[in-house]
Antibody, heavy 126, light 108 residues
């Protein structure tokens, strides 16, 4: 069974840091692209960051302005999100998701999120 | 970034009704579109990818259509279990996937 389990969330003061983890099982983690997506209270889904299977390609939402760093350890089947300089607007449930590839001969690979974890809650408040 | 706009924002319908949700992209995304269902307090669940392909295990009352900039998600016969928020997401750009703002479906 494919499973993604996030951890590391909690209450942190503005300006603080937090490191989220996503433990994966049930599939070959080292072959798959991964994403972080967040959802602020009562709001919609917001893509945060993506990382390719070998960490060659890494992307972030512009709104993060260099405060977050995505990484992965394929030997440990784990995905991470280091969050620094946290702000109240970063308060959200953070989900990790697997990126499943969809291929087109002209445009190459495109990725949608086929499996999601249950999320971990980050609250930034003084 | 490609903007995704869903309509309506909320809808209320009865069991057995046919329900349609629209998603519009700010530029052409071919058929690189996915639909997700999110029940309250739960993680999103993939329903449809590539605009019209039903994910394995998803009931056949769900269907998707469209290409370019206009897409629809249809529930052919609404069930109580379908009460949820539905999101479209474009994946035309690997570096900038974006979601619609969501459509909340209430079953009367």
């Amino acid at each position: 069974e494919v499973q993604l389990v996030e951890s590391g969330g909690g209450l942190v003061k503005p300006g603080g840091s937090l490191r989220l983890s996503c433990a994966v099982s049930g599939f070959t983690f080292s072959s798959d692209s991964m994403d972080w997506v967040r959802q602020a209270p009562g709001r919609g889904l917001e893509w945060v960051s993506s990382i390719s299977s070998g960490s060659d390609y890494i992307y972030y939402a512009d709104s993060l302005k260099g405060r977050f760093t995505i990484s992965r350890d394929n030997a440990k089947n784990s995905l991470f999100l280091q969050m620094n300089s946290l702000r109240a607007e970063d308060t959200a449930v953070y989900y990790c998701a697997r990126g499943r590839p969809d291929y087109h001969i002209l445009t190459g690979y495109h990725y949608y999120m086929d499996v999601w974890g249950r999320g971990t809650t980050v609250t930034v408040s003084s | 970034d490609i903007q995704m706009t869903q309509s309506p924002s909320t809808l209320s319908a009865s069991v057995g009704d046919r329900v349609t949700i629209t998603c519009r992209a700010s530029q052409s995304i071919s058929t690189w579109l996915a639909w997700y269902q999110q029940r309250p307090g739960k993680a999103p669940k993939l329903l449809i990818y590539k605009a019209s392909i039903l994910e394995s295990g998803v009931p056949s009352r769900f269907s998707g259509s469209g290409s370019g900039t206009e897409f629809t998600l249809t529930i052919s016969s609404l069930q109580p279990d379908d009460s949820a928020t539905y999101y479209c997401q474009q994946y035309n750009s690997y570096s900038r996937p974006t979601f619609g703002q969501g459509t909340k479906v209430k079953v009367k």
